[in-house]
């Protein structure tokens, strides 16, 4: 089972608004990840977490707040965002440990649009 | 700036025939390379990967070729049918030694277009 799953699918918010993206995997992976996806643009990484806590943070304003609750969740809250945030965000995991061969596996994303 | 790009944007291809999409990357270090596919509306799907020790890998229908003296990546799918239709994104996975996992630099994309 290779499974990541992601909720909501879609979401509409304000920019006043405050909302949560989550995120499931059981596969046992200890690394998780958050990427940004525009239309036709490749996805672009956000932040990694490694065994539960944050370990790369790619100069992300801090209006998207990520938290890993434990090995299996992992969250992005988002406040005061902006229309240009609109986009799909996806979460990938991956096993770690595999060093160089670690594959990231990853969910059906949620489509965010910011009014 | 080191980067992982694609020759070509869109490839359509006729049902049934084989398909070719290309990548090339500039980071000679680089040891580990994966193919995602990505249908409209989905997430990016793995596909097939390689390690830099090898120079071909197949799967089912698919083959990846990999040319270190040039820097180039290709994937090959065989008798592309209808389902095959999405954009296709190859990826260059630097190893984060201290964390064990790897950070993929993508590809800008392919879109392959298969038409009955």
Known sequence: DTEVTQTPKHLVMGMTNKKSLKCEQHMGHRAMYWYKQKAKKPPELMFV??????????????RFSPECPNSSLLNLHLHALQPEDSALYLCASSHQGQGATDTQYFGPGTRLTVL | GESVGLHLPTLSVQEGDNSIINCAYSNS????????????????????????????RQGQRVTVLLNKTVKHLSLQIAATQPG?????????????????????????????????
């Open chain 1, 49 to 62: 977490y490694s065994y539960e806590k944050l370990s790369i943070n790619e100069s992300v304003p801090s």
């Open chain 2, 29 to 56: 270090a680089s040891d580990y390379f994966i193919w995602y596919k990505q249908e409209s509306g989905k997430g990016p799907q793995f596909i097939i990967d390689i390690r830099s020790n090898m120079d071909k």
């Open chain 2, 84 to 116: 095959d239709s999405a954009v296709y994104f190859c990826a260059e996975a630097r190893s984060m030694f201290s964390g064990g996992y790897n950070k993929l630099i993508f590809g800008a994309g392919t879109r392959l277009a298969v038409h009955p």
